[in-house]
């Protein structure tokens, strides 16, 4: 007698034929390759068709195919070393490892062939783990399914597996999901919510798992496969709620509700505006009436949806300038949004404001903006008054009204007084970076397109599992977290508008051809030269590491720091305040005091007898940590990082570190070049070279730093991280 089985692809069914009435369907032990495919591929493609069909052939528990999709060796499925690791680590009694997060990702492959010589097999078709499927109508694998789980107290995060199918269906992820969460239940951790992109599929995905969005009636949990008195929260990852907000409001052009309208043009006319000269105002708002020799300087690496914006688009409007004077809805609309972001982006615990963790302190402040989000959500019409929360372009809106049910649940069920098992919760575990750091870490090994081959990515993924296995905080990394948060939201920011609508704003002030002498004709005499000209050498090469560092670098904090301006007037949002005499962009008395540390560092240390013996790469190497460790003895530098240094993970790798590294690098490949000093260049009608005279550094001299709070900090981050250059 034989038994067809069904493996439904995206228009065909695959038929095969095995004889069953020679296994005992109770003995998992004797079940053939072709059994388990059967049992696992119609599980994945419905539960309920399964569970009716196991009252026919008997077939075993989800838990058993929970063991079959388990691979010790290369290849797609349960990474079994993985989930050991876990188990000894719960079993141990660590507390970090009770409870995690699982996120789950489809990322494309290239469908194609190849033959393996390894494993003796063709690579390319869909498998689930079982070994590819025996019919000459398999089709290729067209998405591999990635899944991740990230703890909830500990820091660590480990990809658990992946899938190579031929369409990642939400049906087919749900099932793999539940298998996920039961495979976790089973060695002792709990997974608390799950995280997904927002597309098609996603929503699929969701529904399929009992998650309600309908605005009116939402639920934004679902039952845990291996208990039914547990459930578990839901979340779209914010930066991919970011970007459907922006694609929203950028086809609307303008977005009505109860307190304003906003208008997408507001930001078009940010992003074309040019340097203003505050002198050539009719206007000078109070804060900024003493800085009439500054500018306005676009930041174009601010995003779209933040507070500088923002506060930049009410200077404007201060100012009078007549694209901005019905900005207000604008204003109140990108604060809501960012507000939003921060708090579904929280990193530290000692974070400020709306950035900070969630716990009981700070609940009703977080609540407060959830509930101001939901209220102007439900009322967003476009320019027809047609209700966008019901419209084709409602989800990135709905996705954060789900966030917002799903956090204020994990809340009440997981850090409120009565129960408290965790004292704070910090929703970045809760983001699908944690997946894009790996992937970033995957694309290096590949050093391959975006869509690699099944079998390309199958060696790099066990390449990386065999280099981070056995380690304690597996896959940690070694990029930070907020770097790719950044990294993913640069489509998000004021220089992708600019591109868009062909607007070009120069950003940098010096050229190639504009370097003249040669900094390698140095000597011992140059101490007997006069003071002043020092220092107007040394601000030209801080302003041109400043403008080069300002095209490369994507963190609006970080370029901001890079740029001098007034003690008594903060720095106004995306447009910098600058200080600017006879063209020149003064930068900051931070930047300029590196760059002096790195001019005496290299001259002591390139004339010892070590250096010459080491080879070029070498020589630099060593140089970046002679620097760096000069350094950490100056506590007094960016005191404008104070605040966002708390923006990122509590490690040594953070920004103020990492812009120490940027402009240390720079500097080595502009002195490797023999630069000395750089022609002063403003764009106007008429390009004029100027110099720097005694009485234009004295006004410079006026720019001190003032006290640093944290000064141990950043000395013992400095110093503990001078190893990173190897």
């Known amino acids: ?28 032990a004797e079940y053939s390759t072709e059994m388990k495919q059967f049992a696992c591929t119609l599980y994945l493609c419905s539960s309920k068709v399964y569970d009716y069909v196991r009252k026919i052939l008997k077939l075993p528990h989800s838990s058993i195919l929970r063991t079959w999709l388990s691979k010790c060796k290369p290849g797609p499925g349960f990474s079994s070393n993985v989930f050991s690791f876990l188990q000894r680590k719960v079993e141990n009694g660590d507390q970090l490892y009770q409870y995690c997060s699982l996120i789950i990702k489809g990322i494309s492959l290239k469908q194609q062939l190849q033959w393996d010589p390894s494993s003796h097999h063709l690579l390319g078709f869909m498998d689930f783990g079982l070994g590819k499927l025996d019919a000459d109508e398999t089709p290729l694998a067209s998405e591999t399914i990635l899944l991740m789980a990230v703890g909830i107290s500990g820091h660590w995060r480990t990809p658990l597996g992946y899938f190579f199918v031929n369409r990642a269906s939400g049906y087919l992820q749900a099932q793999l999901l539940r298998l996920t969460i039961g495979k976790l239940s089973d060695i002792g951790i709990t997974v608390l919510a799950v995280t997904s992109d927002a597309t098609a599929h996603s929503v699929q995905m969701a529904k399929a798992l009992g998650i309600h969005l309908d605005g009116d009636n939402m639920k934004c949990t679902f039952q845990h496969p291996s208990s039914s008195s547990q459930q578990i929260a839901y979340f779209f990852d914010s930066c991919h709620l970011l970007r459907l907000i922006r ?24 992003a074309a505006l040019e340097e203003q000269e505050l002198s050539n105002m009719e206007r000078i708002p109070r804060k900024l009436a003493n800085l009439k020799n500054h500018i306005l300087k676009m ?98 809106f709905l996705g954060f009204l789900l966030n917002a049910e799903s956090l204020k649940w994990l809340y009440q069920n997981y850090v409120s007084p009565k129960v408290m098992p965790f004292p704070y919760l910090l929703t970045y575990k809760f983001s699908q970076d944690h997946l894009e750091l790996f992937l970033k870490m995957l694309r290096q090994v590949l050093v391959t397109s975006s869509n690699p081959t099944c079998m390309a990515f199958q060696k790099a993924y066990h390449n990386l599992e ?33 591109r868009q609508y062909g607007i070009s704003v120069i950003k940098t002030l010096f050229r190639k051809e504009d370097i003249c002498q040669d900094w390698s004709d140095c000597s011992l005499s140059e101490a007997l030269l006069d003071l002043s000209d020092h220092r107007q050498n040394l601000t030209w090469c ?11 670098l994507t963190c609006e904090d970080c370029i901001s720091a890079l740029y001098a301006s007034d003690l008594k007037s903060s720095k106004i949002g995306s447009l910098l305040c600058v200080k600017k005499e006879n063209g020149l962009h003064f930068p900051s008395e931070s930047l300029c005091r590196v760059i002096d540390i790195c001019e005496r560092v290299v ?12 080879l070029p790469k070498q020589r630099e190497f060593y140089l970046q940590q002679k620097i760096l460790h000069e350094l950490s003895g100056h506590i007094y530098l960016f005191v404008d990082l104070d605040k966002h240094l708390f923006d990122g993970e509590v490690c040594a790798i953070n920004h103020f570190v990492k812009l120490l590294k940027d402009i240390i690098i720079c500097f080595l490949k502009v002195r490797a070049k023999g630069v000395t000093q750089y022609p002063l260049k403003h764009h106007s009608e008429r390009t004029e070279t100027k110099t720097l005279s005694r009485k234009h550094w004295s006004s410079l001299q006026n720019y001190k730093c003032s006290s640093f709070a944290n000064t141990n900090k950043y000395r013992h981050l400095l110093r503990n991280d001078g190893c990173l250059f190897k």
């Not at 009410?314 to 604008?330: A, R």
């Not at 004339?607 to 010459?612: I, S």
């Open 299 to 396: 930041n174009c690496a601010a995003q779209l949806f933040s507070e500088s914006v923002a506060s930049a688009l009410e200077c404007l409007l201060s100012l009078g300038l007549p694209p901005f004077q019905n900005c207000i809805g604008t204003i109140q609309f990108l604060r809501l949004i960012n507000n939003l972001f921060d708090i579904f982006n929280s990193r530290n615990y000692y974070g400020k404001g709306l950035k900070g963790p969630l716990l009981p302190e700070t609940f009703n402040k977080i609540n407060h903006v959830l509930i101001e989000a939901k209220t102007i959500f439900v009322t967003l019409s476009d320019i027809s008054n047609n209700q966008i929360i019901k419209g084709k372009r409602k989800l990135g």
């Open 1 to 28: 007698m034989l038994l067809y089985t069904f493996f439904i692809t995206k228009n065909k069914f695959i038929l095969t034929d095995f004889k069953w009435e020679l296994y005992n369907w109770r003995e998992t």
């Open 466 to 498: 065999t280099r981070y296995r056995l380690q304690d905080e597996v896959f940690l990394g070694e990029v930070s977290i907020l770097d790719i948060s950044v990294a993913r939201r640069t489509d998000l920011a004021l220089w992708t508008v600019q």
């Open 247 to 270: 694609n929203a409001f950028q086809n609307f052009q303008s977005i009505q509700f109860i307190n304003g309208t906003a208008h997408w043009q507001h930001l078009v006319g940010l």
């Open 542 to 552: 801080a302003s041109y590491i400043a403008n080069k560092l300002s095209a490369l």
């Open 603 to 614: 001259r002591t240390h390139s004339r010892m007898a070590v250096y010459e013996l080491l």
